[in-house]
């Protein structure tokens, strides 16, 4: 099975898919993680891809293929996996199909997980993240129990560099520019699904989880 979640930042792309990747037992592979992975343990990826990302531009397709040709070849993703902010172009669409084309395989779903501006701003201003295992909380409405660790592993909660206003801002618009043309793309080929994310983040799990049931 493999599932692309697609949505603008701060729309739940990360919890929804670490909760799918927990029910459903396939890795959730979020490719801003592998980035900031990189910029972390300085190696070449890191080097090249740190001041793009401060700037919330796109990353060159040639390091995303590089990055995710790699990842989905490694044995944990035999059964699947799910993909959160890959692809987010027509070009990476594109190279994608013709990659999973070439290994026999094909996308499952891509769920478009919707949401607006104001809310968005809210959720990415209170954004705090677990800078282990990636488990997303809020300053404001989903404080973790214990200040400053994540409840899951006990990891360090932090903020993440790009989650300002101002680069919150130039991410939408790379979004809509860029990574919105990709809703007709996955429309065409009938295996796009429209999720609204205005509810509590349990029942949207539920509700992914029960259109997967209808795909399956
Ligand atoms: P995310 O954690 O998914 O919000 O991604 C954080 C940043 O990583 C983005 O603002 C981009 O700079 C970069 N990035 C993540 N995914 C991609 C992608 N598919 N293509 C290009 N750049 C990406």
Request: hydrophobic fraction near 35%.
């Amino acid at each position: 099975m493999i599932i692309i979640l697609m949505g603008a930042p701060g729309v739940g792309k990360g919890t929804q898919s670490l909760a799918l990747s927990e029910k459903l037992r396939i890795p959730h592979i979020a490719v801003g993680d592998i980035l900031r992975k990189h910029i972390k343990e300085e190696t070449d990826i890191g080097k090249e891809v740190g001041s793009i990302m401060k700037q919330g531009l796109l990353v060159s397709d040639k390091t995303m293929f590089e990055i995710i040709n790699q990842r989905i070849h490694d044995d944990d993703c035999k059964n699947g996996f799910i993909l959160d902010g890959f692809p987010r172009t027509i070009s990476q669409a594109d190279g994608f199909e013709r990659l999973l084309t070439d290994v026999g395989r094909r996308i499952t779903v891509v769920f478009n997980i919707e949401s607006n501006y104001k809310i968005l701003l809210d959720r990415i201003k209170g954004r705090i993240v677990c800078k282990n295992c990636g488990a997303t909380y809020h300053n404001v409405y989903h404080k973790p129990q214990l200040d400053g660790y994540c409840d899951i592993c006990e990891g360090i909660i932090t903020k993440r560099k790009d989650d300002t206003e101002e680069i919150f801002n130039s991410r939408i618009e790379e979004y809509n520019q860029q990574t919105k043309p990709l809703i007709g793309f996955y429309q065409q080929r009938g295996i796009l699904i429209n999720i609204d994310s205005n509810d509590v983040k349990e029942n949207i799990t539920e509700r992914l989880l029960k259109h997967l049931g209808a795909n399956i």
